[in-house]
């Protein structure tokens, strides 16, 4: 057991899922030290003053031991990564140092230290293409990019850090993270910003001349690919359970963090247009590389273990607070990523 009520350390906190689960966690009284190089984050997405940024990076164990000493963390969320597959592929080493030897560094304190709670921001790209839908957490882990693969490597690592010396872990593998947060205070800002659904936003508000649709000739329903679009405040909600269930003693656990439900590019595109009331300027263009047809979570693990459930599951409840966020006082994007 341990104390839930001593600070945690959370990589990543100013990132768009970190910056979620750091206010959820703010929220419920938690101490919370945010550990981020800024370099994807953004300061301003950290609003609750008592959360104190550190701005450094994960794999500098001389910084990372002086706060262990200042606050002795029982816990530590980790959601410091890289994250753009296709980068990933071109520059494989900047992915697997970043995303997997940053953490060993970071474990590597953690064990001096003698804390063994760690919550890892893992993903459905561990699957690969899918050898059956929805997916299960006994599909076949075989990454096709080294974004998945560097994430997958983390996985073994915790589990052999766990029978080593006793670090329980949730590795939570995340779908399609969206939405944003409903008063449009914080949100979805990527620079370059390659996802989805703040790309269609781009287009409705002419920031991007149109969306290009990646593959109209999928065998699926209307022929775009399908997601699982997961609201990012579902995703926050799931790691303050996984802290909950390891702080009270509880095992180990991998899990996938989805909603069930499959929603294709042109039915993303139908719900901006309703949001919005505009019509979004579309070109149909070939598939993306690298793109699976389908990826859909069964999450009943997570309910099993975590009593986590998606509380939103119509993708009405994504699209309506991005638009918010779009046309809110910061205009979809952080100060630091207007151009
Ligand atoms: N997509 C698209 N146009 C874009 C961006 C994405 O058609 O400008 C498609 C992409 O091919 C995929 C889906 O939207 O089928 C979700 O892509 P995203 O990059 O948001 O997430 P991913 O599933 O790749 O992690």
Redesign the pocket.
């Known amino acids: 057991m341990t104390d839930s009520h001593a600070p945690i350390l959370i990589t990543g906190g100013a990132g768009y899922i970190g910056s979620h689960t750091v206010r959820l966690l703010a929220s419920q009284g938690r101490k919370i030290v945010v550990l981020d190089n800024l370099v994807f984050g953004h300061d301003q997405a950290i609003i609750d003053p008592q959360v104190e940024l550190v701005v450094g990076e994960v794999g500098d164990q001389a910084l990372v031991r002086a706060l262990f000493e200042k606050h002795q963390f029982q816990a530590v969320i980790h959601f410091a990564a890289y994250a753009y ?1 296709g980068e990933s592929v071109t520059n494989p080493l900047k992915y697997y140092q970043n995303n997997t030897a940053e953490p060993i560094k970071l474990l590597q304190v953690m064990q001096e230290f003698g804390c063994k709670v760690f919550v890892f921001s893992s993903t459905c ?1 561990t699957y690969g293409v899918p050898d059956k839908l929805p997916i299960t957490e006994t599909n076949i882990q075989k990454p096709i990019n080294p974004y998945g693969n560097s994430k997958l490597m983390v996985e073994s690592i915790l589990a052999d850090c766990d029978t080593a010396w006793g670090l329980r872990s949730a590795c939570l593998r995340y779908f ?1 993270a969206s939405g944003c947060s409903p008063d449009g205070l914080i949100g979805e800002d990527h620079n370059p910003e ?4 703040p ?1 269609v936003m781009m287009a409705v508000t002419g920031e991007i001349e149109y ?5 109209t000739d999928y065998e699926t329903p209307d022929g ?2 399908i ?1 699982d679009y997961i609201h990012v405040e579902d995703l926050a909600d799931g790691h303050a359970r996984a802290l909950d269930h390891l702080a009270a003693g509880g095992a180990s656990v991998r899990c996938n963090l989805g909603t069930g439900v499959g929603v294709s ?1 042109k039915e ?1 595109i139908t719900a901006v247009e309703k949001v919005s009331g505009k019509t979004v300027p579309v070109k149909y263009g070939p ?2 590389e690298g ?1 699976p047809p389908s ?1 859909v979570a069964d999450p009943s693990l997570a309910k099993e273990l975590l009593g986590w459930v998606a509380t939103r599951t119509n993708i009405l409840d994504m699209v309506g607070p991005a638009w918010i966020w779009t046309t809110g006082p910061n205009a979809g994007h952080y100060p630091a990523n207007k151009s």
């Open positions: 597959v790209a399609n390659t996802h989805l659904i790309r969306l290009e649709v990646f593959g775009t690919c997601r590019v993303i598939r993306r793109d990826l």
